[in-house]
C-alpha cells in the first residue's frame, strides 16, 4: 500500500511563496494520478489541484488558477505543489492524495484511494 508523507507548509507572509512535496513509498506511485486538497476547520475538504501520471496533464481549481502550480518527479516519487502570491485565504490543512482513476477524476476526493496525513499552511495579512 502507498503511503503519501507531505512536508514544506509553514507560516509565510502574504505575497509570499510556498512548495508543498509529497513524497510516495513505492514506485507504484508513478501510475496514479496525484492530487491535492485543503481543509480548513469546519468546512469541506476542497479541491487545489492535481496531475496525470505522466504530468502532462493538470487541473487546479479556480481560486488557485494563476498561482499555483503541480508537478511530479516520479523519479523521486515525489509530487509538488509550488504556491505563489498566497493569500490569507490560502490558509489550511494541505493534503496530497493518489488515485488508479484517470486525471479526469481527480477533482473529486471520493475518487482518491491514498492520502497523507497533511501539512498546515498558515497566510498572514
Known amino acids: 500500500q502507498v503511503q503519501l508523507v507531505e512536508s514544506g507548509g509553514g507560516l509565510v507572509q502574504a505575497g509570499g511563496s510556498l512548495r508543498l512535496s509529497c513524497a510516495a513509498s513505492e514506485r507504484s506511485f508513478s501510475s496514479y494520478t496525484m492530487g491535492w486538497f485543503r481543509q480548513v476547520p469546519g468546512k469541506e475538504r476542497e479541491f487545489v489541484a492535481t496531475?496525470?501520471?505522466?504530468?502532462?496533464?493538470?487541473y487546479v481549481a479556480d481560486a488557485v488558477n494563476g498561482r499555483f502550480t503541480i508537478s511530479r518527479d516520479n523519479a523521486k516519487v515525489t509530487v509538488y505543489l509550488q504556491m505563489n502570491s498566497l493569500k490569507p485565504e490560502d490558509t489550511a490543512l494541505y493534503y496530497c492524495a493518489g488515485s488508479r482513476l484517470p486525471v479526469y477524476f481527480g477533482q473529486t476526493q471520493g475518487n482518491y484511494n491514498y492520502w497523507g496525513q497533511g501539512t498546515q499552511v498558515t497566510v498572514s495579512s
Open positions: 496531475i496525470d501520471e505522466s504530468g502532462a496533464r493538470t
